[in-house]
């Protein structure tokens, strides 16, 4: 598996650096667009005046898996569940379309990783298991195996 690396610009003086031992959770997201790069999601971001992309990892459509924020920092992806969780966002608008096969096959994948190099990861959700709202629309975490 091979995860693409990015020059991002990141406002550190909003980020919190945290332990790895403290997180316990995979939060699954659907970006609600048909395109979007990892790099135009953090500048939108900073735009905001935000710190910078708030997910860890985006998956594209074609299973290009691309590094966001470091997971070394806490995420800013789902409210009350930061801290103790790594954020993957897939690109795509899941009222519309469903995930491709190779999003899918990259996100156990990456799953898998994330469990091995951080042990105490116990659950994978859905952004919308932890927050009212539509993200991701339909039930990724059955889609990668994570029930």
């Known amino acids: ?11 550190y003086d909003k980020m919190v650096e945290r332990k790895l031992s403290k997180v ?3 939060i699954l997201h659907h970006t609600a667009s048909s395109s979007a ?3 135009g999601i953090n500048n939108d971001h ?6 910078g992309i708030g997910y860890h990892f985006l998956i594209q459509p074609d299973g290009t898996i691309d590094e966001a924020r470091p997971i070394k ?17 897939l690109v795509g608008d899941f009222r519309k379309t469903k995930p491709t096969d190779e999003q899918l096959k990259s996100a156990k994948e990456l799953i ?12 994978v959700l859905n952004h919308n298991d932890l927050y009212k709202t539509l993200c991701p629309v339909v039930n990724l975490k ?3 195996g994570e029930v």
């Open 1 to 11: 598996m091979k995860i693409v690396q990015h020059k991002l610009h990141f406002n």
């Open 24 to 26: 316990y959770l995979i």
């Open 37 to 39: 790069s990892v790099e």
């Open 46 to 51: 900073l735009k905001r005046g935000w710190a």
């Open 73 to 89: 920092y806490v995420g800013s992806h789902c409210a009350g569940n930061n801290t103790s969780s790594i954020g993957i966002a």
């Open 112 to 123: 898998a990783t994330l469990k091995k190099q951080v042990p105490t990861i116990r659950r």
């Open 142 to 144: 059955a889609m990668v």
